[in-house]
T-cell receptor, first 117, second 115 residues
Framework: GAVVSQHPSWVICKSGTSVKIECRSL??????MFWYRQFPKQSLMLMAT?????????EQGVEKDKFLINHASLTLSTLTVTSAHPEDSSFYIC?????????????FGPGTRLTVT | DQQVKQNSPSLSVQEGRISILNCDYT??????FLWYKKYPAEGPTFLIS?????DKNEDGRFTVFLNKSAKHLSLHIVPSQPGDSAVYFC??????????????FGAGTQVVVTP
C-alpha cells in the first residue's frame, strides 16, 4: 500500500514553455502533498506544501507564480513550471501524507526529471 | 540554514559488516526523525523512524538511535548487504503549527557495500 505515482517520469521542454507534473496517491487519500526539488548530489529541498482544496504554502525563496500548485482532489496534486528556463532543470519529487496516518509519515513518488533546453 | 546535517557524504562497508550512518540536527523543536533510502532517479523510500520520546527503534536489520542531548541520531544496518548500496537521507520534522508535517532533509550519505 501507500503508493505514489508521478507523471511524466522525465520531460524535456524548450525555454519559455510550461510543463505540468502530476502526483497521484494510488491507494490512499492524501490530505497533504509536498513538492521537493533535488539538485545533483544534494538534499531534497521542500518547495511547497499543498493541502486539498486550499492554496499551497510556499517555502521562502520559491516563486509561487512560477511554480503553480493545484491540489484539486484527495488523490491528485499538480505542479506547473511556467515559462521554464534552463535553471529550472532539476529532479522534482512529490510526497503525500495519508489522511488517517501519523502526521510525519510521507510517501514519495518516483520523481520527474525536467530538462529545459 | 541547514537544520539537519549528514557530515559524511559517503561510506564504504564490507558485506556482512555493520554500516553506521550519522546525522546531527540543530533544531530542538524536532519531534520525529526518519531515515529514507534512495536510488538514483527514484523517490526516497521510508526505512525507519523514531519519535523524540524514544532513544532506540529497531526494525529487522535497521536500528535507529537518538541522543537528544547531543542532537544526534544514527542508523545502524547489520548485516550490510549489497542491495543496501544507495543514498541514505536523514530527515526531521516538528509538530508546531508552522512545521506540521514538513520534513527537513540532510544532504545524504552514499553507502557502498562491497562483496
Amino acid at each position: 500500500g501507500a503508493v505514489v505515482s508521478q507523471h511524466p517520469s522525465w520531460v524535456i521542454c524548450k525555454s519559455g514553455t510550461s510543463v505540468k507534473i502530476e502526483c497521484r496517491s494510488l491507494d490512499f487519500q492524501a490530505t497533504t502533498m509536498f513538492w521537493y526539488r533535488q539538485f545533483p548530489k544534494q538534499s531534497l529541498m521542500l518547495m511547497a506544501t499543498s493541502n486539498e482544496g486550499s492554496k499551497a504554502t510556499y517555502e521562502q525563496g520559491v516563486e509561487k507564480d512560477k511554480f503553480l500548485i493545484n491540489h484539486a482532489s484527495l488523490t491528485l496534486s499538480t505542479l506547473t513550471v511556467t515559462s521554464a528556463h534552463p535553471e529550472d532543470s532539476s529532479f522534482y519529487i512529490c510526497s503525500a501524507r495519508e489522511a488517517s496516518g501519523p502526521s510525519y509519515e510521507q510517501y514519495f513518488g518516483p520523481g520527474t526529471r525536467l530538462t529545459v533546453t | 540554514d541547514q537544520q539537519v546535517k549528514q557530515n559524511s557524504p559517503s561510506l564504504s562497508v564490507q558485506e556482512g559488516r555493520i554500516s553506521i550512518l550519522n546525522c546531527d540536527y540543530t533544531n530542538s523543536m524536532f519531534d520525529y526523525f526518519l531515515w529514507y533510502k534512495k536510488y538514483p532517479a527514484e523517490g526516497p523510500t521510508f526505512l525507519i523512524s523514531i519519535s523524540s520520546i524514544k532513544d532506540k527503534n529497531e526494525d529487522g536489520r535497521f536500528t535507529v538511535f537518538l541522543n537528544k542531548s547531543a542532537k544526534h541520531l544514527s542508523l545502524h544496518i547489520v548485516p550490510s548487504q549489497p542491495g543496501d548500496s544507495a543514498v541514505y537521507f536523514c530527515a526531521a520534522g516538528g509538530m508546531t503549527t508552522d512545521s506540521w508535517g514538513k520534513l527537513q532533509f540532510g544532504a545524504g550519505t552514499q553507502v557502498v557495500v562491497t562483496p
